[in-house]
C-alpha cells in the first residue's frame, strides 16, 4: 500500500526557527532502520500535525525531516511556553513520540529509542550570499555536541564564531546557505547546530569548509536532513 505524502501546504512551509513566539523548542530523533521504517514513523506524525486542533496546549509548529542516509527521523517541535512542555510532557501516556502525543499510532513505532531535547534558541547566523526573497531551503545539517554546562555552551559558541569570522570573513556569503541557527539545551548539557541550505551539494561543501573539524573533534556528530513537512496551529 503506498504511503501518503504530506499535504502542498505542509511540504512547501517552513518553521521560522529563530521565532520570538517560539519559547522553547523540543528536538527528537527517531531511529528507523530502513527507508520504509523511515517514512512510516514520518507519515505517522504528520497525521497528527495535520489535525492542530488536537495539539496539546502550548504547542505552535511541528515539522518533519528525514535524514539522507534513511534511518532516521527528527522531529522539531515549538512551543510557547517551557510550562506548557513540562504539562504536556508530564501528561503524556506514551513515551513516544515525545511531546508529540503519537502513543496509539502504531506508525510512530521506530527501531530504537526515541530521544528528545529540550532547547531554547540562543543564536541565529545568516548567510549574505542569496538574494530577498530568499529561496526555500531544501537541506538541513544538524549536529548536536555536548557542554559542561550553559555558560561554557555560550562561550564555546561565541568563539566558534568568532574564529569563523577571522578565517571566512564576516559576511558569510557561503553559496547556498540561508541561515545558522544556534540552540542550547534547557539543561546547558548540549548544543543544537540547525543549518538551512538551498540544496544538498551546497550543505556538503557548506560542512567540508567550515564545520568538518568542529564535526571530527566531536565525534562526527552531524546528519544532513531533508524537510518533510510543518504543520502550524
Known sequence: MPHPSPTTAAAAARPALDSPDSAVALVTTVPAAGPDRQRAVAEAVARHGEDADAWPRGLTSLTVYLDEQEDTVLIYTQWSSEQDLDLDLDLAE?????????????????????????????????GTALTEPAPVPESFPVAFFDTADEDAARTWLDGLLTSEERSEGEDRAYPGAVAAHLHISLDGTKVLSFSE??????????????????????????RLYRHFGTYVR
Not at 496509539?104 to 529540550?118: L, Q
Not at 544538498?200 to 568542529?214: F, G, L, N, R, Y
Open 94 to 126: 506514551a513515551p513516544w513520540p515525545i511531546g508529540v502525543g503519537l502513543g496509539a499510532d502504531e506508525g510512530a513505532v521506530g527501531s530504537g529509542e526515541a530521544t528528545a531535547t529540550a532547547f531554547r534558541h540562543y543564536r541565529t547566523v545568516r
Open 197 to 222: 541550505c538551498l540544496t544538498e551539494d551546497q550543505a556538503v561543501a557548506h560542512i567540508e569548509a567550515v564545520w568538518a573539524p568542529v564535526l571530527e573533534e566531536f565525534g562526527d556528530t552531524g
